[in-house]
């Protein structure tokens, strides 16, 4: 480096791409934690007493003991227990992680069971031919909590297939993916009337 101007624009270019790191580090802890704040609902839903009797109240009764801290209330619980149960697949990418605290998650029996092999995914979505989902690890790689989020508005697994593929493949913005949604992107395509096209 024999020049001012080059000093400068390398230590500019080295804090924009640490910085970016640091963005998508902290995107997807938060991803991570949404998704196993989903999955211990479920747990206890599966597994608690009295079922019956909190019904309803438990997000209620949850986001309020936890009212402290910001991004948990009761919409959001109800988004991140959705989270859990449309995309299973997360458990994949969260495990041998270099935190001790995601190897003592255990799946046992929930309606969205982890499965070893792709041929089992496609029973919990079967729209799909077996394989045909985006592994965990891309999920949260390359994509925010926000994207999800709009994402989690369609009940249909190919539909979110689709647009989580569009989404990935063209590097698209949270504002994008909407606008892509209400333009009826996936209707368009053909493949709502013709899902065998996908696989």
């Known amino acids: 480096m024999n020049n001012f101007n080059d000093l400068v624009s390398t230590i500019l270019q080295l804090h924009q791409q640490l910085q970016q790191s640091a963005v998508n580090a902290v995107n997807q802890m938060l991803t991570t934690r949404n998704w196993l ?9 599966q597994n608690g007493k ?21 991004g948990l209330d009761e919409r959001s619980l109800r988004r991140f ?48 031919k077996p ?9 949260l790689q390359r994509l925010s909590y926000s994207h999800i989020e709009l994402l989690l508005g369609s009940n249909e697994p190919l539909k979110r ?22 333009s009826l992107y996936f209707e368009r395509s053909g493949l709502s009337k013709n899902p065998e096209c996908f696989n």
Do not use: D
């Open 50 to 70: 009295n079922r019956a009797e909190y019904g309803k109240s438990l997000l209620k009764s949850i986001a309020g003991k936890l009212n402290h801290i910001k």
């Open 81 to 128: 227990r959705q989270f859990y149960l449309y995309y299973p697949q997360i458990i994949e990418a969260i495990r041998g992680t270099v935190s001790p605290i995601f190897e003592q998650v255990e799946i046992r029996g929930t309606v969205s069971p982890i499965f070893e092999q792709s041929e089992k995914m496609a029973l919990v979505v079967p729209q799909l």
């Open 131 to 139: 394989g045909l989902f985006i592994p965990g690890n891309k999920i």
């Open 161 to 182: 297939t689709f647009y989580e593929i569009e989404c990935i493949k063209g590097s698209w913005s949270v504002r994008e993916l909407k606008r892509q949604i209400n």
């Open 37 to 45: 704040v989903g999955y211990y609902i479920v747990e206890f839903e």
